[in-house]
């Protein structure tokens, strides 16, 4: 379904007085990478890195400065148009709905702008609006809506016309807990059932950790993991961290195949591998302990990781 | 004192960020200054005296014109009720500083930026064209000054139609009104001089002949003397005047967001 | 062609009702146009009332220059002068929802206003437009009545076209809009006299470089029969449609060459 190939962006930045220096930055440095039709995958990286410079490629919003893309078969830069017909993106923050109007007009104009057929229309919309509750707000005017419902009304107006690939930007940033999961099982829904490939840009962990097999880790413009998220899990959970309460504030404790990560008053956060007991009685060897904890990795902890690792 | 001036660098430098915008605004102001200046040489073609002036001051007064159009802001400004609608007046209101008094000062720092960089550049490409008057040195004093006043009179109407902001939700409309009767009473599309004696005795009575018409009369020196000093003070009154409105209604707004909860 | 039409008709639809929403406002802001815009002809009665001729025209021939220019800028704005919408889209990102979309970009920025209150503008210069016919002797053939209808349209694609440009500077700078002013409001301003009284080079800026003076100018002197001062040839007098046309195409390359600026540089 995507195909990314040597892909490359480079912005010309101009600055200093009237504008004279020239400066170029490598937004995005030679990615590659396949997405099979059905996938759903997270597309994840600091601010910065470059992520949404990759989506607009993909999409046909921005032209690489080199390296190869094909979205569906199609060259995105050249065939704009026709690409846009087979696809939905939803730009999180960037309102797509018309503001004044009630929702159900939105979703009217895109019709048009999308050429769906009638019946077909009646049919995606009952669909959305079952799955996604619009009907107590689907004539209410966009600008009344409440952050939830609007993103839910973004949700429908991105995939109304039924595409085969969808790109979604932080679709459940700012959402409650209960909104989130609606959304995330409704995505998972299509992807499923549908066969939809999805693309999600992310911040969320929780989206990832719901939703995504797959993940792309971007940062500074390179590609730095692109697999699933078992094995990134593995690749960290081989490293866990040991937490000791000490009687007494102590200086960081100095063990073999152990590195104190943290130290605050009595506890002392370590991180090691492999066997915690052995690791915990050489410890308490050393100083008395109160008491232990040992954790496992989650995903907020690697993500953390991937992000503060110096650029390569 | 400080305060003031700290306010007044600031109302310098919003606009200063932006040289761009100033050199294509002065471009502008160019095409509109020949455009008016040939208008204007046509009609002389019949007569050498029209309304006291002759064709040199006329295209004068057209290059004055355009060169202060920024200084005294004729056109549209709507910081203020913008601030009103969104809320943040609320803000405003909660610093120990009164809201007229900061805005009178940001305007007096922006001014001068106006004055030199979208003022000047225009009137010496006139000046290169065509055969323009120059004042005596004690006139362009008098100019000088007048064209501060003249500011502040500006400010004090902006101020003015800005806070209707807190009564009228289509601010706007009255944004629009307000300017397009600025730009005509003002003397901004002819010199008032023009006008059939009836509308520029009218014209005259308004506080818009004191932004444009009267600093650019003061130059071309057609006030002189006790004169002088008539038309400088009616200038100043108006800036006063105009100044008391807007403040009263400010504590009315004020006082009617205080009660709505704002 | 007629399916992208009818889209059209519906984008700006839904844009007319939002307006029609804040129904006494949009009243009173068409009637304050409408009014407010006569002040801008005052000016022209005005300078009338100091002379009887300006450069060989009278009132009511300077009008009819005035009003038939009012109209087509007056329509061409309505239509395609949305520089607020466009820098606000480029400013927060919006444009690119537009890209995401099946539709071409200055489709979409067209069809998404029509901003009714403009029709103010529109009436002015119909008022003035008649009270000109009211006042001049046509010797009218047949040629002269086709004449007088394809003025307004040919102005209105001239107009547009400029337009379109103008928007095209939003691309590279956010204060594009300065610039623009000048060719645009500028332009209309010249047009609303007969270009006989600017200075040669000026003129010929206008004849040539911009092509206001086609507009209505050249077909007005045609219509009045008058004799150009310029001393062109009468053909001139009758090109206006495919100067109109040039100009579409000039403005729509235009504007592909800003939005593929946009893509490869921006976002």
């Known amino acids: 379904m995507i195909e990314v190939e040597g892909l490359r962006k480079e912005f010309v930045l101009r600055d200093g007085r009237f504008r004279r220096r020239r400066r170029t930055v490598e937004a995005v440095r030679d990615i590659s990478f396949r997405v099979g039709q059905g996938e759903l995958l997270g597309y994840l990286g600091p601010n910065g890195a470059g992520k949404s410079t990759t989506v607009k490629m993909l999409i046909g919003i921005l032209v690489p400065t080199s390296g190869r893309v094909r979205v569906a078969g199609l060259e995105p830069s050249r065939q704009r148009i026709e690409l846009a017909r087979r696809l939905g993106a939803m730009f999180g923050q960037r309102i797509q709905l018309w503001w004044d109007l009630p929702l159900i007009e939105s979703f009217e104009l895109l019709r048009h702008i999308y050429r769906i057929p009638p019946d077909r229309y009646r049919q995606s919309l009952a669909r959305f609006r079952e799955v996604l509750d619009l009907d107590p707000f689907l004539r209410t005017p966009v600008r009344q809506l409440s952050l939830g419902q609007r993103i839910r009304g973004e949700l429908t107006a991105a ?9 979604l930007d932080e679709p459940t940033i700012g959402l409650d807990v209960v909104a989130k999961q609606r959304v995330r099982a409704f995505l998972q829904e299509i992807n499923s059932e549908r066969g939809v490939t999805v693309l999600l840009t992310t911040h969320d962990l929780g989206d990832i950790e719901r939703l995504c097999d797959r993940l792309l880790v971007i940062d500074h413009g390179s590609l730095i993991w692109d697999g699933g998220l078992s094995e990134l899990k593995e690749r960290y959970s081989g490293e866990r961290t040991l937490i000791v309460d000490l009687e007494e504030p102590a200086p960081p404790l100095q063990l073999d195949g152990a590195t104190v990560e943290r130290v605050d008053g009595v506890r002392q956060w370590l991180r090691f591998r492999g066997s915690a007991a052995e690791l915990t009685a050489r410890a308490a060897a050393t100083l008395p302990l109160v008491d232990l904890q040992v954790r496992e990795p989650d995903i907020e902890e690697i993500v953390r990781r991937i992000y503060e690792a110096p650029e390569p | 004192m400080r305060l003031d001036w700290e306010i007044a660098k600031r109302g310098w430098g919003r606009y200063a960020a932006y040289p761009a915008a100033a050199w294509a605004g002065a471009f502008t102001n160019c095409v509109f200054g020949f455009m008016q200046a040939y208008v204007l040489i046509a009609l002389f073609r019949h007569r050498t005296d029209v309304g006291g002036y002759d064709v040199g001051d006329a295209v004068t007064y057209v290059w004055l014109a355009q060169g202060l159009l920024m200084t005294v802001y004729v056109f549209g400004w709507d910081e203020l009720a913008l601030r009103i609608r969104d809320g943040s007046i609320a803000t405003d209101l909660s610093r120990p500083l009164n809201p007229q008094r900061y805005w009178l000062a940001f305007d007096l720092g922006r001014a001068p930026f106006h004055f030199i960089f979208r ?15 120059y004042p005596t040195p004690p006139l362009a004093v008098a100019f000088v000054l007048s064209v501060f006043l003249a500011v502040v009179v500006s400010l004090g109407f902006r101020f003015l139609y800005n806070v209707a902001a807190f009564w009228i939700v289509d601010h706007r409309g009255v944004l629009r009104l307000s300017v397009t009767a600025c730009l005509f009473f003002s003397g901004m599309t002819l010199p008032l001089a023009f006008f059939p004696h009836w509308l520029e005795t009218f014209a005259r009575l308004l506080p818009f002949a004191s932004i444009v018409q009267v600093p650019i009369d003061v130059y071309l020196g057609k006030h002189t003397g006790l004169d002088l000093v008539w038309v400088l003070g009616v200038q100043a009154s108006w800036a006063v005047a105009l100044l008391a409105i807007g403040r009263v209604a400010l504590t009315r707004g004020t006082r009617k967001l205080v009660v709505q909860g704002g | 062609m007629a399916e992208s039409f009818a889209v059209y008709c519906r984008l700006a639809g839904a844009n007319i009702r939002a307006q029609l929403q804040y129904r006494v406002s949009f009243v009173i802001d068409l009637t304050a146009t409408f009014l407010l815009s006569f002040l801008d002809f005052l000016a022209v009665l005005i300078l009338f009332h100091n002379v009887p001729r300006l450069a060989g025209w009278s009132v009511h021939e300077v009008a009819f220059l005035y009003g038939s220019s009012a109209i087509a800028f007056a329509l061409a704005e309505l239509l395609v002068g949305h520089s607020e ?12 929802v537009l890209l995401a979309r099946p539709r071409g970009t200055l489709y979409q920025v067209a069809a998404s206003e029509l901003p009714l209150r ?3 503008r529109v009436l002015q210069g119909l008022v003035v437009f008649l009270y000109a016919l009211a006042g001049v002797n046509i010797d009218w053939t047949l040629g002269r009545v086709a004449m007088l209808f394809a003025m307004v349209p040919t102005g209105v694609l001239l107009f547009a076209s400029m337009w379109v440009v103008a928007l095209c500077l939003l691309f590279w700078t956010v204060d594009g809009n300065e610039f623009s002013n000048a060719f645009t409001y500028g332009g209309q301003t010249m047009t609303q006299y007969p270009i006989d009284i600017y200075g040669q080079w000026l003129r010929r800026f206008l ?15 045609y219509l009045l029969g008058k004799n150009d001062p310029l001393g062109l040839p009468r053909i001139v007098q009758f090109i206006a449609p495919l100067v109109a046309l040039a100009s579409a195409a000039v403005a729509g390359l235009a504007w592909r060459t800003a939005v593929r600026h946009y893509r490869g540089a921006g976002g």
């Open chain 1, 159 to 167: 995939m109304l016309h039924e595409p085969e690939l969808l790109f």
């Open chain 2, 119 to 133: 003022g000047i550049p225009p009137f010496l490409i006139g000046a290169f064209v065509f055969d323009l008057h």
């Open chain 3, 85 to 96: 919408q466009l820098a606000m889209r480029l400013r927060t990102g919006t444009f690119d």
């Open chain 3, 118 to 120: 403009r029709l103010g």
């Open chain 3, 207 to 221: 004849a040539y470089l911009v092509p206001t003076a086609f507009v209505c100018y050249f077909p007005s002197l």
